[in-house]
């Protein structure tokens, strides 16, 4: 239904063109954005290419970032870190302020807008494309990196709890309580939940060494360096001999000018990115120059890696069921699902009666068992599946074939994570200007009272589109990982091992195909 002028200026600004009909008048940034891309891509491209000719490359041979002596300096220099920490570290303290201080409306506010339109939609992308980079930046690691250099005492992390269980478990949790409190659209919880995280963090960095807090504790740690293993940039050894003869190990002690590893890890074993955050600290430290940073095919460790283990696999197939769900609850049809589920269940003799309560204990209910319990069950089926086709000499236990093959799921968590904050970022992602705009005026007084009428970057149709290709290009990758494991293991009766986890993972991507397909709303839009 549409009342009065203003409900008819909404659809067509995003439909595309402002009342008067003129496209460029309702997208004034789109053609600028479109051409910036393709801009900068050239330049990169001239830029990668120069560089393989100043160093001599032949085709084919691997270009080491490090032999580039400007980004070598820079790596090296003890402002590497702090020039990006910084400026993120004040922005986060302008999201508090805004989220405790500004409007309380998550559809006008910067804290709500660039926290999880801007922020955690775009963060997705760097997991992809480099890795664990965010962590560098990050400021709640800044915090650790500047408290445990003054006054930490430095104790050990427990040792039962080095693992992602207890990340995991806080990611499960924030996610459950945004289902039901809604935290995307309030901003000033928005900002007690940073200012949680800087307090956790702060007082772990006085207490224990390096990141314990990126490494063991942070909601999305254990999420990134899954996410992290499909990048790909990696920083290993270039020869493992070298770091077995040399006795000094100064990328595990530090030096004057550099410290340990802030994340726990050596070069000298790494051969996967869940727990690289590119700080430099080795390659500032390493004496022997046996430092690479480099690029490699995309989604490599998930077939590569020596080890597998059991706390990654469990969240690698508990992500698929999350992003499907967390998806699912924004689209049309789910309102309906979830009434229906709500019907079924007794929640009367819980005192649950109202609708909107009845809705929201059926989503959690949903959410609890579909993502902790259906999801893992599937796998472990597809495991007995493998198991019994491959008979009793199979190479791998019941458990080594759930751990391995959970790994081949890690492109389908990731293809729904993707496609779902891409129709946030390009739908909404452009309100972030009359924000900006409304809070410059409000608290300034000077500038433009903001426009509210902001098309999307992009339309639902290329969205979906730009979401299904993306969806396919993930499921060739999951194929691709499925394959290199049972081959891997299983040799001669790798057709065997594939077939069941393949069909899984394609019946994963079905559902994401068709969730995907339903009509979406918007995330700070009620």
Not at 212 to 238: D, Q, T, W
Not at 261 to 272: E, Q, Y
Not at 435 to 447: F, P
Not at 507 to 521: D, E, S, T
Request: hydrophobic share 50%; glycine share 8%; charged share 15%.
């Amino acid at each position: 239904m549409v009342d009065g002028e203003s409900g008819m200026a909404q659809p067509l600004a995003h439909a595309g063109m402002d009342a008067s009909g003129d496209m460029s008048n309702a997208h004034p940034y789109r053609l600028p954005f479109a051409m910036g891309a393709i801009f900068l891509s050239g330049l990169i491209g001239i830029a990668i290419l120069y560089q393989r000719r100043s160093l001599g490359l032949t085709t084919g041979q691997k270009l080491n970032l490090l032999d580039i002596p400007w980004l070598q300096s820079f790596l090296k220099s003890a402002w590497f870190q702090p020039v990006f920490q910084i400026p993120v570290f004040l922005i986060f303290l302008v999201i508090i302020g805004a989220g405790l201080w500004d409007i309380q409306e998550g559809d006008r506010n910067i804290a709500t807008l660039l926290m999880w339109t801007i922020w955690w939609a775009a963060i997705i992308f760097t997991f992809v494309f480099v890795g664990r980079i965010w962590c560098m930046m990050c400021p709640f690691g800044a915090i650790q990196d500047w408290l445990g250099r003054l006054i930490s005492i430095k104790r050990d992390f427990p040792r039962p709890l080095r693992n992602i269980y207890l990340s995991s478990l806080i990611f499960f949790g924030l996610t459950w309580w945004d289902g039901y409190s809604g935290i995307v659209n309030r901003p000033a919880l928005t900002a007690y939940l940073l200012i949680g995280f800087f307090v956790v963090a702060g007082g772990m960095a006085m207490v224990f060494k390096g990141r314990a807090f990126c490494r063991y504790v942070c909601p999305i740690g254990g999420l990134i360096g899954i996410y992290s293993m499909f990048s790909p940039v990696e920083l290993r050894n270039k020869c493992l001999d070298v770091c077995r003869s040399h006795k000094v190990k100064e990328c595990i002690k530090g030096t004057g000018t550099s410290r340990p590893c802030p994340m726990f890890v050596t070069p000298m074993t790494l051969d996967r990115n869940n727990y690289c955050n590119f700080c430099s600290e080795c390659i500032k430290s390493c004496s022997q120059d046996n430092i690479v940073l480099r690029t490699r095919s995309f989604a490599k460790d998930l077939w590569v890696s020596s080890k597998g283990y059991l706390d990654e696999a469990l969240l690698a197939i508990v992500l698929v069921g999350i992003t499907v769900i967390v998806t699912g609850d924004m689209i049309t049809p789910w309102h309906g699902w979830m009434d229906a589920i709500g019907n079924a269940l007794p929640f009367d003799a819980f005192g649950i009666v109202s609708h909107a309560a009845r809705e929201k204990a059926a989503f959690l209910v949903v959410f609890t068992v579909g993502s902790l319990i259906i999801s893992p069950m599937l796998l472990f089926l597809g495991s007995l599946a493998v198991r019994k086709y491959t008979g009793p000499e199979s190479p791998l236990s019941l458990k080594r074939t759930f751990i391995q093959f959970a790994y081949m799921f890690i492109p389908v968590g990731l293809s729904m994570h993707l496609a779902h904050n891409i129709n946030h970022l390009f739908r909404e992602g452009p309100e972030i200007v009359p924000a900006v705009e409304r809070l410059v005026y409000r608290v300034t007084g000077a500038g433009v009272e903001p426009d509210w009428m902001v098309a999307p970057l992009l339309g639902p149709e290329s969205i979906f589109w730009l979401q299904m290709a993306i969806i396919f290009v993930m499921n060739i990758f999951s194929l691709y990982a499925g394959y290199r494991i049972t081959d891997r293991y299983f040799g001669k009766k790798a057709l065997r091992a594939f077939v069941p986890m393949a069909l899984f993972s394609v019946f994963f991507m079905v559902i994401n195909a068709y969730i995907l397909g339903q009509p979406m709303a918007m995330r700070h839009h009620h």
